[in-house]
């Protein structure tokens, strides 16, 4: 089955700086991948997926991520944080054989006033 | 707009009781999933489904069974709960290939003691 692997449990910023979260993925075929957010006692929503074409793919509020098949990652970036985008965020893959999506251990963002 | 509804929202358990978790979706979609959340873990599925009549196993089925009596119904059944499983449990609903966005419940706070 595929995997990912998110290598920062925790990313402190500050408002108004860049932002880019890790992700990694493990799927022998062509993946399908995600980027959701959580934020404090809610479920996860989505902020942007990649099927295929243009590997830069654009979100809400903002944010944006990067396909690169050679370096099997996905990770998203934010030009500007805001204290608004603290939360945590979770990278997923599945694949377009209907297998379930399976998520990373996810990375916790807090951006600091 | 799609609706995935969970109940309880918390549930306090005994060790060895028999636990029900339900999920309603309005979305019409045919794939239904249960995932638990814990710290460092991130999200782990448990079982899944492709539609009414049908589960299949996950990465963590053991100790959970689960019911898709319906296209808008999906259970996740503790027979004999154990305090490893003290957890935050979410179910999601989504389509299939390129339209498997994932829509998250608010999540079911599980406490056995």
């Known amino acids: 089955a595929q995997s990912v692997t998110q290598p920062d449990a925790r990313v402190t910023v500050s408002e108004g700086a860049s932002l880019q979260l890790r992700c990694k993925y493990s799927y022998s075929a062509t993946p399908y991948l995600f980027w959701y957010v959580q934020y404090p006692r809610q479920g996860l929503q989505l902020l942007l997926k990649y099927y295929s074409g243009d590997p830069v793919v654009q979100g809400v509020n903002g944010f944006e991520a990067e396909f690169s098949k050679s370096n099997s990652s996905f990770h998203l970036r934010k030009a500007s944080v805001h204290w608004s985008d603290s939360a945590v965020y979770f990278c997923?893959?599945?694949?377009?054989?209907?297998?379930?999506?399976?998520f990373g251990a996810g990375t916790k963002l807090t951006v600091k006033p | 707009e799609a609706a995935v509804t969970q109940s309880p929202r918390n549930k306090v358990a005994v060790t060895g009781g028999k636990v029900t978790l339900s999920c309603n979706q309005t979305?019409?979609?045919?794939?239904m999933y249960w995932y638990r959340q814990d710290t460092g873990h991130g999200l782990r599925l448990i079982h899944y489904?492709?539609?009414?009549?049908?589960?299949e196993k996950g990465d963590i089925p053991d100790g959970y069974k689960a019911s898709r009596p319906s296209q808008e119904n999906f259970s996740l059944i503790l027979e004999l709960a154990t305090p490893s499983q003290t957890s935050v449990y979410f179910c999601?609903?989504?389509?299939?290939?390129?339209?498997?966005?994932?829509?998250f419940g608010a999540g079911t706070r599980l406490s056995v003691l």
């Open positions: 999601a609903s989504g389509g299939t290939g390129s339209q498997n966005t994932l829509y």
């Open positions: 997923a893959v599945s694949g377009n054989n209907n297998n379930a999506p399976r």
């Open positions: 979305n019409n979609h045919n794939n």
């Open positions: 489904s492709y539609g009414a009549g049908s589960t």
